[in-house]
């Protein structure tokens, strides 16, 4: 059964940082395209970043410069580094393996302005 367990939000003023990670197991994870999503309140999920097996990556527009995917095959992890973050960064942020249905249970990011 694939798992995603994210982790590393929380509470951070405009300007500041956060790395969130997300731990993936039930998968070969060296193999599989994976992304970040975040939802904010009231709004509909959005796509944040894009990193293939072959490390290859692309951002959303609003994030790029400001944010970093990576994925470390050997601990099966993925990572979402957040600089300059803004209060319209908010939101629950999500892990996710393009072509299945799993997805984590998220971690709540909170940009106070």
């Known amino acids: ?6 982790s590393g939000g929380g ?12 731990v993936v197991s039930g998968t070969a994870f060296s193999a599989d395209i994976m992304g970040w999503f975040r939802q904010a309140p009231g709004k509909q999920r ?3 970043a894009t990193i293939k097996p072959d490390y290859s990556i692309a951002y959303k527009q ?3 410069g400001r944010f970093t995917i990576s994925r ?3 601990k099966k992890t993925l990572y979402l580094q957040m600089n300059d ?3 319209e960064d908010t939101g629950i942020y999500s892990c996710h393996i393009y072509g ?9 990011v909170t940009v106070s302005s």
């Open 100 to 108: 299945s249905g799993t997805w984590g249970q998220g971690t709540q």
């Open 11 to 22: 509470l951070v003023q405009a300007g500041g940082s956060m790395r969130l990670s997300c």
């Open 72 to 74: 470390d095959n050997a």
């Open 62 to 64: 609003s994030v790029e």
């Open 1 to 6: 059964q694939v798992q995603l367990v994210e």
């Open 85 to 87: 973050l803004k209060p």
């Open 46 to 48: 959005e796509w944040v």
